[in-house]
């Protein structure tokens, strides 16, 4: 009967590493499928009678098992925003709207669907959080959705300015609005934003309240008019006035507006009496130094900088992501903001994952329940955009692997025709 064991102990061989075949090939198979991870077979003696003085028989192998393999894949460049690659530990986590069921991947070739959504080729969309402003995650996982419909514009609230004024100028005042142009020292126009986020431009003009000297030529008047074809009533006025009080070394040292915040009003069906404030900088009563905005040297009058704070309305022109899984969009405005946070999850014992084709995998009682994050947090990796993972398999190993499998193969099928021979002899002596 050990002619027979010898057989049945073959067979098991062949099946064993007909199913390692099969595993190789699969490998091979998906050598450029995204993301894949390859397996390997663990093989498993089989102990089946003991003899007498102690001796144990084996009755074959089998294959107890695969192992999947989740080393790292290398990257691919892409030209699309939306592709993504981890760098290190964890999964992308994707869920489908119609069942409910929730599946993570490390294939990151996702896009923007018809409604906004970030999805996987499947259609699967893609689990994030809400961000603050600084990109800090919020609040509990959901689907990633982007805006469809045009950034809503802001009204201007506040209009900064840092000039110098000459303090060598003559008094040319006072000033008159009726001949701003000749009755004022230094101007300067800005565009601001009415409540529709349509265009308007102001100017500011700056007088001297006295000629230069000493007691004197250290105050300044401001006006702020708007003109007549962006005023509600058609005429030009003034729509803020104020002013600035220098020290004799040239740091601001008051600024007393007339109005605080000023009131504009608009042509069109706008909000009326916009309050709009201006800031010439932290003066030295406010506690600053006075010379971190508007100043009186003597030099040449000009404009350092300006800037206000509202803009029109505006399109999406592209999107960003980062390090962190921070998905940001730019508008044509150039307007920033930030939308959402890709979640990456991980997982107690990723070996315990059950495959569920499509490149993804779910959760199991192995496993354990998975861990919701994000990127570079407790040990997960980066999110790398315009980047696929690749396989990670390694196509002359598995050639090598091939090769003695196939060997094994042939061996074990030599081991059944030795034992047929065997058994013809037996056979033959019987005759």
Do not use: C
């Amino acid at each position: 009967m050990s002619i027979l064991g010898a057989m049945f102990s073959s067979i098991s061989g062949l099946n064993a590493n007909s199913l390692t075949m099969e595993i190789i090939g699969n490998n091979l198979a998906n050598v450029n499928t995204t993301g894949f991870k390859y397996s390997r077979p663990d093989f498993q003696d089989i102990l089946s009678r003991s003899l007498s003085r102690g001796l144990s028989v084996g009755r074959g192998t089998m294959v107890g098992g695969t192992t999947m393999v989740f080393s790292q894949g290398g990257f691919q460049s892409t030209d699309t925003v939306t592709d993504l690659a981890l760098s290190g530990r964890g999964f992308f986590m994707v869920q489908d709207s119609a069942t409910t069921n929730t599946y993570y991947t490390r294939a990151g070739s996702f896009h923007i669907d018809q409604s906004g959504f970030l999805v996987d080729p499947s259609g699967f969309r893609v689990q994030g959080f809400d961000v603050d402003d600084t990109g800090q995650p919020q609040g509990v996982t959901g689907d990633i959705v982007l805006p469809t419909a045009p950034l809503q514009p802001l009204a201007t609230s506040e209009i900064t300015i840092n000039a110098n004024l000459d303090s060598r100028v003559p008094y040319v005042g006072p000033f008159d609005p009726a001949n701003p142009e000749n009755t004022s020292n230094f101007t300067t126009a800005i565009t601001v934003y009415d409540s529709l986020g349509n265009e308007h431009q102001v100017t500011a003009y700056f007088t001297r309240e006295d000629a230069p000297g000493p007691g004197g030529g250290n105050v300044w008047d401001y006006n702020v008019v708007v003109s007549a074809e962006d005023s509600a009533t058609g005429a030009a006025y003034v729509a803020q006035s104020g002013t600035l009080e220098f020290t004799t070394d040239g740091a601001l040292q008051t600024h007393t507006p007339s109005a605080s915040p000023a009131n504009f009003n608009f042509v069109g069906a706008v909000t009326q009496g916009q309050a709009i404030s201006l800031n010439f900088g932290t003066t030295i009563s406010d506690g600053g130094t006075g010379l971190d905005g508007t100043t009186q040297f003597a030099q040449t009058s000009g404009l350092v900088s300006q800037s206000q704070d509202g803009y029109g309305p505006s399109d999406l022109l592209s999107l960003d992501i980062d390090n962190d899984g921070v998905i940001s969009g730019h508008f044509g405005n150039g307007q920033t903001r930030s939308f959402a946070r890709v979640a990456v999850v991980n997982f107690a014992n990723i070996d315990g994952l059950a495959q569920a084709g499509g490149n993804l995998f779910t959760a199991t009682g192995v496993s354990g329940a998975a861990i919701v994050s994000v990127a570079n947090v407790a040990g997960n990796g980066s999110i790398n955009s315009n980047s696929l993972e690749m396989s990670n398999v390694d196509i002359a190993s598995q050639f090598v692997d091939l090769i003695t499998t196939q060997r094994a193969f042939q061996a074990n099928a030599k081991a059944i025709t030795a034992a047929s021979d065997m058994l013809t002899v037996t056979v033959n002596m019987a005759q």
